[in-house]
């Protein structure tokens, strides 16, 4: 496919603030993609509804985060002129392509999706305790993406299952309502490039940075709150002496230079060193302190960051104007999807005021039947 063809599509819940495991995983490539400008259109939105289905207990934290990942998307450099933005709820089009989705997966194909089983588990939902929204949620992930006949969806590994989920649905309604046709389009996975970016550890060490398990560095966060995060992160719990050798696997800061450093931040920030390699190799030989390599991931993130902090800075003093970004962008996205369920309808012949063939039909039936 022409790279010029491509229609790109993620977002993001509003459950917080967005953090560096969105950026590295998302985010920073989506940013890349729109500067290349070498797509069709790109799509950006916050995945409200979603939020929804686990936080049915508290609406007012999905309501307030909604405006914080605008600010962050502003802030990590996508640009509205470039993106359509906009608020999934507000484009009640995916409600619908999700319920006739639904038709086409069953429960046990659903319950066998690793992601959701992994996050039934994070979130305590116990035995059949879980929402329906909740479980059903790749269905309406997959209504997110078709509506739009994305060709491109960047995300991290995490979303492996709800792609290949979305493309056995798009597969399925072609099949049956297609009539030889393509009517819906099936999307392919756009993984980040380095292992570390497919899925970013949380600063505890633990395998996944999420908002919900509060071990995040916050794309909003201040030099301070970044210093203290980065101070107390997990390294490597048997290098008690700066003699001693240490490990590479399981030690965050290395996972986040991994996904951070560039050969350019030595001769910046750690002159004693050429490249991650020699950083490593001195690490694993002794004699490397993590002190020293702490210090070396704040000052590259603090790098990053720092452009990150100051556009947020400008958008947070232009809130109305953001709301209005989101207007327009919920209005522009509306229309595509509109587009695409008149497509849907049709195929699957439920646009019965348009039909004019069944109207005919149906006339024809009665009028014979009474002669
Ligand atoms: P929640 O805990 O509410 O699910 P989250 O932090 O997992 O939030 P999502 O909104 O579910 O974030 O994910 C948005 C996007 O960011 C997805 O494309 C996902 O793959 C990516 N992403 C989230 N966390 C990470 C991470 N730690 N590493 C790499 N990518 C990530
Ligand atoms: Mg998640």
């Not at 038709?103 to 116990?126: C, H, W, Y």
């Not at 999307?187 to 949380?202: E, K, T, V, Y």
């Not at 398990?213 to 980065?230: A, F, H, R």
Request: glycine content about 6%; proline content about 5%; overall charge negative.
């Amino acid at each position: 496919m022409d790279k010029k063809d491509r229609v790109i599509l993620t977002g993001d819940r509003p459950t917080g603030r967005l953090h560096i495991g969105h950026y590295v995983g998302s985010l920073r490539r989506r940013v890349q993609l729109q500067n290349e400008g070498e797509y069709k259109k790109m799509y950006v939105f916050i995945a409200d509804a979603q939020a929804l289905t686990d936080n049915i207990d508290n609406p007012e934290k999905v309501r307030q985060n909604v405006i914080e990942v605008a600010l962050d998307y502003l802030s990590a450099g996508l640009d509205p002129e470039r993106v359509t933005l906009f608020i999934q709820s507000q484009v009640p089009e995916l409600c619908e392509l999700s319920f006739y989705f639904m038709d086409m997966v069953s429960v046990s194909r659903l319950s066998r999706n690793p992601t959701v089983k992994t996050e039934i588990q994070m979130r305590g939902f116990a035995g059949e305790s879980i929402p329906v929204g909740f479980f059903t949620y790749p269905i309406s992930q997959a209504a997110d993406i078709t509506a739009f006949k994305a060709t491109t969806v960047p995300v991290g590994e995490d979303q492996k299952p709800m792609l290949e989920q979305a493309n056995e649905i798009v597969r399925r309604f072609n099949n049956i309502y297609g009539g030889g046709k393509d009517i819906l389009v099936e999307p392919s996975i756009m993984l980040p490039d380095s292992q570390a970016c497919m899925r970013l550890p949380g600063t505890d060490g633990k395998a996944k940075m999420s908002k919900s398990l509060g071990n995040c560095i916050y794309l909003s966060d201040t030099p301070k709150e970044l210093k203290t995060k980065v101070n107390s992160m997990f390294t490597d719990p048997e290098h008690i002496h700066v003699e001693q050798p240490g490990h590479l696997e399981g030690n965050t800061v290395f996972t986040y230079l991994d996904a951070f450093c560039e050969d350019s931040d030595f001769e910046k920030f750690l002159p004693d060193y050429k490249n991650l390699d020699e950083l490593k190799a001195h690490y694993t030989r002794g004699g490397l302190g993590d002190g020293t390599c702490k210090k070396f991931l704040l000052n590259i993130l603090n790098d990053r960051l720092a452009p990150i902090r100051e556009r947020r800075a400008y958008w947070e003093q232009r809130i109305p104007e953001v709301y209005e970004i989101l207007r327009k962008g919920c209005e522009e996205a509306r229309a595509v999807a509109q587009a695409t369920l008149d497509d849907v309808r049709r195929a699957m012949k439920i646009n019965y005021f348009d039909d004019v063939e069944l109207i005919q039909e149906q006339a024809k039936r009665y009028s014979l039947s009474k002669k």
